[in-house]
């Protein structure tokens, strides 16, 4: 077996995604619109598998952190307040060639010469910023007043909700308002499949504190979120920490990590853990005019929280986890012959279905009762897949290619046609393994939870 490249491994992960329904390009009946996806069946449970395990890990175990859920349009002065507005651009370049568009670092340069990377043209403009905020207007009227965006962060919405949260959370420093939501970007060059688009998903956290403890929680979250990656089946080796420079940092940043993954394409940005200080929530208050101070019981002082954020994209992440998960081996096909055999290899914590139930043949009723019997009796805890059709190598084949990583098969030993003692028992197939045991179906859910949690 030959080891694909790079680019024919990213080629067949995309390909994968189409034919097995985990990501499909919006709008593809009408050519599609260029960075944006949409999320078929299996990636759709991929992703709330993602969504969930990290709101588990860091709001339901955790005592110090309480969750919202902020809407995606938001009074126009946020954005101002935040520096959005202003700032929030990328430096642009047209070609005057061939018409490119392209985002100034992406120029190539040759002798100290800018060329462009499409047609290799001198003739470029200047490079100019461009707002990667989509604007939109609010109400019947199309002016200046009724003008805002889409939210390019979802952090902004608990700065701007700290107060109302701390009221009614009644917590202590430090503590942490999580967020999951959409953000938009107009980025000037969506690529990369989902890594770069122009609608997505953030996981954000942000953890206040005061000032004095900023640096020892930044070092603190950046170890988190490198366990949380393991524990969804990312290895420690394939993760990189990018300590950002001061030139590259926000101006209020103090500092700031980058998590990066080895993707086909090359080693990218996952997540960004950074110590804002007190910015955000100085300027708001300050543009607000409304205090977004806390007051501590203890000393009797009033002052602003420093913020230290993790913040993770949901897309970026899922794209890492089936470029992690995508293998290929070989296994023997139904007569023995040993063929390739394409398998995602995901964490059962977060594969899309943990398993699926076959009856060894179709024609049998009594086989597929039992297995029929079988699926209810997981479901409530589980997503589970029947599946009566072809040859069972087959099935176990479609179940791998989609990263199932258990199977149960009901045969005539369950039955208890043969051996009576293995009546009401099934075999439990292993996906990376490919393993079989034997378990009896009362204890199958309970094995199975353990396997996933
Ligand atoms: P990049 O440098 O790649 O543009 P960024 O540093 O601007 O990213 P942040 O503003 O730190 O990104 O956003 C936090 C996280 O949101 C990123 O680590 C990434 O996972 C996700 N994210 C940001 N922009 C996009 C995008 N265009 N498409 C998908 N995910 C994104």
Known sequence: MTTPTDAQRMEKIVSLCKRRGFIFQSSEIYGGLNGLWDYGPLGVELKRNLKNYWWRVMVHERDDVVGMDGSILMNRAVWKASGHEDTFSDPMVDCRVCKARLRADQMIEKKGVRQCPNCGSKD????????????????????????????????????????????????????????????????????????????FEQMELEYFCRAEEGMRLLEYWKEQRLKFYENIGIPRDTLHVKTVSDEERAFYSTGTYDIEYDFPFGRQELEGVAYRTDYDLSQHQKASGKSLEYFDEETKQRFIPHVVEPSAGVDRTVLALICEAYSEDEAPDEKGKMETRLVLRFHPRIAPIKCAVFPLLK???????????????????????????????????????????????VDFETLGEKDASLRDTVTLRDRDSMKQERIAIQDLAAILRARIA
Request: net charge positive.
């Open 124 to 199: 470029l403009t200047e490079s100019r910023p461009f707002n990667l905020m989509f604007k939109t207007y609010v109400g019947a009227t199309e002016d200046e007043s009724s003008i805002t965006y889409l939210r390019p962060e979802t952090a902004q919405s608990i700065f701007v909700q700290f107060k109302n949260v701390l009221e009614v959370s009644r917590k202590k420093l430090p503590f942490g308002i999580a967020q999951i939501g959409k953000a938009f970007r107009n980025e000037i060059n969506p690529r990369n499949f989902t890594f770069r688009s122009r609608e």
């Open 363 to 409: 024609n049998k009723e009594q086989l597929v009762a039992k297995a029929k019997e079988i699926v209810d009796l997981l479901r409530p805890h589980m997503n589970v897949f029947y599946d009566e059709s072809g040859a069972i190598g087959r099935r176990y084949r479609r179940q791998d290619e989609i990263g199932t990583p258990f199977g149960a098969t």
